[in-house]
T-cell receptor, first 114, second 116 residues
Framework: EAQVTQNPRYLITVTGKKLTVTCSQN?????MSWYRQDPGLGLRQIYY???????DKGDVPEGYKVSRKEKRNFPLILESPSPNQTSLYFC?????????????FGQGTRLTVV | AQSVTQLDSHVSVSEGTPVLLRCNYS??????LFWYVQHPNKGLQLLLK??????LVKGINGFEAEFKKSETSFHLTKPSAHMSDAAEYFC??????????????FGAGTRLFVKA
């Protein structure tokens, strides 16, 4: 089954403790991205990657890192989480970047930083 | 510059009545437009998309949207609401970048309530 898988689905952590949210897709998509969803703001893009070893900042990259060592994986890293990073996070992937096509979303990761 | 404005944060309809969720956008180029739906505690699911083909786009679950370039609108409609349509809906605009990637902007969302 074609899917985007995020782990964990729920995470509570303390301020400053490094964490990683994993994202994996099995559709051989080149384009992957991370979003955060906050009430009244919709989804805002954090980082995106057009291919292996190619990443770029989205609209709200501060406090986040990503890596794209393999095509299927695109982990989101919070080196020193803060309470303002409490949010619902979505990973998404899309086919080749020269096509206007829809994104496939993971189920989301609800992160709480206390 | 891109932007997406969903004109209503909440819409409430009775079951069996029409649904209208409004979306206006701005884009520098020739955008693609999408509507996604998010049910409670679920991920996002594509409802429909416009990519410079027919301006009236039909999607899943009886939804459709019309691309009106002169009005820069992409409103989502359904003739008859069902209880299962209660969810949050996102209008999305996507532009191809000169670098070869694309820039995607989400609207703030419209929460649809359906009354029995």
């Amino acid at each position: 089954e074609a899917q985007v898988t995020q782990n964990p689905r729920y995470l509570i952590t303390v301020t400053g403790k490094k964490l990683t949210v994993t994202c994996s897709q099995n559709m051989n998509h080149e384009y992957m991205s991370w979003y955060r969803q906050d009430p009244g703001l919709g989804l805002r893009q954090i980082y995106y990657s057009m291919n292996v070893e190619v990443t770029d900042k989205g609209d709200v990259p501060e406090g986040y890192k990503v890596s794209r060592k393999e095509k299927r994986n695109f982990p989101l890293i919070l080196e020193s989480p803060s309470p303002n990073q409490t949010s619902l996070y979505f990973c998404a992937s899309s086919p080749p970047t020269n096509e206007h096509t829809e994104a496939f979303f993971g189920q989301g990761t609800r992160l709480t930083v206390v | 510059a891109q932007s997406v404005t969903q004109l209503d944060s909440h819409v409430s309809v009775s079951e069996g009545t029409p649904v209208l969720l409004r979306c206006n956008y701005s884009s520098s180029y020739s955008p693609s437009l999408f509507w996604y739906v998010q049910h409670p505690n679920k991920g996002l699911q594509l409802l429909l998309k416009y990519t410079s083909a027919a301006t009236l786009v039909k999607g899943i679950n009886g939804f459709e949207a019309e691309f009106k370039k002169s009005e820069t609108s992409f409103h989502l409609t359904k003739p008859s609401a069902h209880m299962s349509d209660a969810a949050e809906y996102f209008c999305v605009v996507s532009d191809l970048l000169y670098t070869g990637g694309f820039k995607t902007i989400f609207g703030a969302g419209t929460r649809l309530f359906v009354k029995a």
